[in-house]
């Protein structure tokens, strides 16, 4: 690492896919200094064997690249502290931004721990530090003290544009209010610390161009780099028998299942489709109370959450995968779905407009509108016959997105950036 006058401090509390991406890439091309993170589990450690234990299934999900371990510095009670509470249902203690052991809390503590750790990471030649929105501000703020480069990894759109969608729905769909969540609840403190994050940033990193164009006009002078996630090998090729046709069209939403992700549009959608041979899968955790979904949609399958192998089994036994919602940054359960050969009815707000080539690989639908998916789902219905081949098409065309791509591209243009 001393040689290498690129060095950069990447942190994230809980770590995902593209987390593990950037930070082996960065490692691989020693510009890492320190990955900072809450709980880390490589295969051998202690998290690694704790999450072989039914109620820390979860702890797997956080399992990185061996390479990181000598780079790595965890923090981890306090998200232990919030999986804990969770399994027993102590929802005061996890409560949204209040609970001493909410998500915000996790995500103060790395934010905090690295913010500590600038000024001896400067003396050792870093020169820039890469966070996440809602973690990065005390990082942010020490780093400009000490001339750093502020890199803001920005994974879902902009809170004003977000809020402002989600306001709007609450008055569109005021039955779907109560499943909104998220922006809508944050108060004003958390969304001033997501501005001033973004007022601190010299880089900002999105998934898609919905991402980077929800960005504030006064942010114009933010260097931006756009780079889509990468999608999922697909070890397991889709079958499907001709026998398929003579059921019912099998269409799949996967998500939170709130109006965020455009759930009731579908529910609506489907509603127009009374008396088509359609099943409705909805693979995702409740916002509201069972009855609720019910009462707005009399028959479709609840599906509740499960490994990934088992995901993708469901995957392979449906035909169309729709997701048409209002606020994303870059759903990766599209190009999973794409993957396992199931043509896409979406949004351009899914943040995954360049998946679709119109007719080939799925639909692009307005957000808002169940008269234009149940449109295109009726085409899915009056056209079963290409189906098929769509979905081949569909997995063809998520193959270009690795994520190694998504890395590179991140990479090569930080190092435009700091040389």
């Known amino acids: ?38 709980i880390a589990s490589y295969p051998g450690n202690f998290w690694y064997w704790l999450g072989g234990f039914t109620p820390f299934s979860e702890l797997r999900r956080r399992t990185f690249d061996i390479a990181l371990e000598t780079y790595c510095d965890t923090f981890p009670w306090m998200d232990l502290g919030r ?10 203690l996890y409560e949204h931004e209040k609970g001493f052991f909410c998500v915000d809390s996790v995500y ?21 530090v890469y966070a996440y929105e809602d973690g990065a501000l005390e990082t942010f703020i020490k780093a400009k003290e000490l001339g750093l480069i502020c890199i803001y990894d920005l994974p879902i759109a902009y809170w004003e544009t977000g809020r402002k969608l989600m306001q709007e729905e609450a008055q569109r769909l005021p039955d779907w209010a109560k499943t909104l969540g998220g922006g809508i609840l944050d108060s004003e403190v958390k969304l001033d610390r997501k501005s001033r994050e973004l007022e601190l940033a010299d880089v900002v990193i999105g998934p898609g161009s919905f991402v980077i164009n929800s960005l504030p006009v006064w942010s114009a002078d933010k260097i931006k780099i756009v780079s889509p996630f990468g999608s999922p090998q697909n070890n397991s090729k889709k079958k499907i028998s001709n026998n398929n046709i003579d059921r019912p069209l099998r269409i799949l939403f996967v998500g939170s299942m709130g109006q965020r992700k455009g759930l ?9 489709l009374k008396g088509e041979q359609i099943e409705l899968v909805v693979l995702g955790s409740l916002l509201a109370p069972i009855d609720f979904y019910y009462s707005q949609l009399a028959t479709f399958t609840h599906e509740t959450g499960r490994s990934h192998e088992e995901v993708l089994k469901l995957m392979q036994s449906c035909d169309v995968f729709c997701l048409p919602s209002i606020v994303e940054g870059r759903a990766l359960v599209m190009q999973e779905a794409m993957s396992q050969g199931l043509p896409i009815i979406i949004t351009p707000n899914t943040g995954g407009e360049d998946l679709v080539i119109e007719g080939e690989t799925g639909f692009l639908v307005p957000i808002r509108s169940p008269n234009a998916i149940a449109e295109k789902i009726k085409w899915f219905v009056d056209n079963r016959d290409q189906v098929i081949e ?28 700091l040389k």
């Open 1 to 38: 690492m001393k040689g290498n006058k690129m060095k950069i401090i990447l942190s994230h509390p809980t770590g995902n896919a593209n987390v593990r991406a950037i930070s082996s890439k960065f490692a691989s091309q020693k510009m890492l200094y320190r990955f900072y993170t809450s």
């Open 83 to 92: 999986t804990v509470v969770h399994k027993v249902g102590f929802s005061k």
């Open 108 to 128: 103060k503590v790395i934010d905090k721990r690295v913010a500590a750790d600038l000024i001896k990471a400067k003396k050792n030649g870093v020169k820039a």
């Open 264 to 272: 009731g549009d579908l529910f609506a959608a489907i509603n127009l």
């Open 390 to 417: 769509m979905g081949d098409k569909a997995a063809e065309h998520a193959e270009k997105y690795t994520w190694n791509n998504y890395s590179t591209t991140i990479t090569e243009e930080l190092k435009k950036i």
